[in-house]
């Protein structure tokens, strides 16, 4: 157990709909990254915040976008679903800015109808 | 930019066989370096790091080196077990930029 959790573990739902993954980091940890994993694209990096900033973006859609709240868990909001927005997604956190190692959560199974 | 090579998959070996998976990087600067385990219908699991040349992270009988004069960072088991069997990823962060870039994945089955 990497003291990450990821709610819900998997979601189904129809094209052109939104929905919401949350995250809760380790205790301690002040970043938060999103990641997400196809089978076609692989573990891309979608997005980091530290202490509830914006910090790093990667390749997230602009239909995409993410939050980290004042107790720092964080969330992303997927919208506009479309098939190729089935994946897993990934929340991870590390202690810090920095090249630290990132502990990863269990993740959220998006399939889109 | 930063990037992973990982040998490509799947392999499989027989119990108590010699494991390396190679991984090779381009990155400037002093990447640290890591391997992920992701198990059947899991997450990731850290399975150890180094953070400088020279360095060896070590967990649960596997070994890495971090070799900045040949860009690698190959993962190795003396003798393997059927619970080994899982994905394998190499991947590394890197001052002002601490996302990680992973590689493709390296499938390993173990049988028995």
């Known amino acids: 157990d990497s003291g990450v959790t990821q709610t819900p573990k998997h979601l189904i739902t129809a094209t052109g709909q939104r929905v919401t993954l949350r995250c809760s980091p380790r205790s301690g940890d002040l970043s938060v990254y999103w990641y997400q994993q196809s089978l076609d694209q692989g573990l891309q990096f979608l997005i980091q915040?530290?202490?509830?900033?914006?910090?790093a973006k990667g390749n997230i859609l602009e239909r995409f976008s993410a939050q980290q709240f004042p107790d720092l868990h964080s969330e992303l909001n997927l919208s506009s679903l479309e098939l190729g927005d089935s994946a897993l997604y990934f929340c991870?956190?590390?202690?810090?800015?920095?090249?630290?190692?990132?502990?990863f959560g269990p993740g959220t199974r998006l399939t889109v109808t | 930019g930063n990037s992973v090579t990982q040998m490509e998959g799947p392999v499989t070996l027989s119990e108590e066989a010699f494991l390396t998976i190679n991984c090779t990087y381009t990155?400037?600067?002093?990447?640290?370096l890591f391997w992920y385990v992701q198990y059947p219908g899991e997450g990731l699991q850290l399975l150890l790091k180094?953070?400088?040349?020279?360095d060896k992270g070590s967990n649960k009988g596997f070994e890495a080196t971090y070799r900045k004069e040949t860009t690698s960072f190959h993962l190795e088991k003396g003798s393997v077990q059927v619970s080994d069997s899982a994905v394998y990823f190499c991947a590394l962060s890197n001052f002002g930029n601490e996302k990680l870039t992973f590689g493709t994945g390296t499938r390993l089955t173990i049988i028995p």
């Open positions: 991870a956190s590390s202690v810090g800015t920095g090249r630290y190692e990132q502990y």
């Open positions: 180094a953070t400088k040349a020279d």
């Open positions: 990155a400037t600067g002093y990447p640290s």
């Open positions: 915040y530290y202490n509830g900033e914006e910090r």
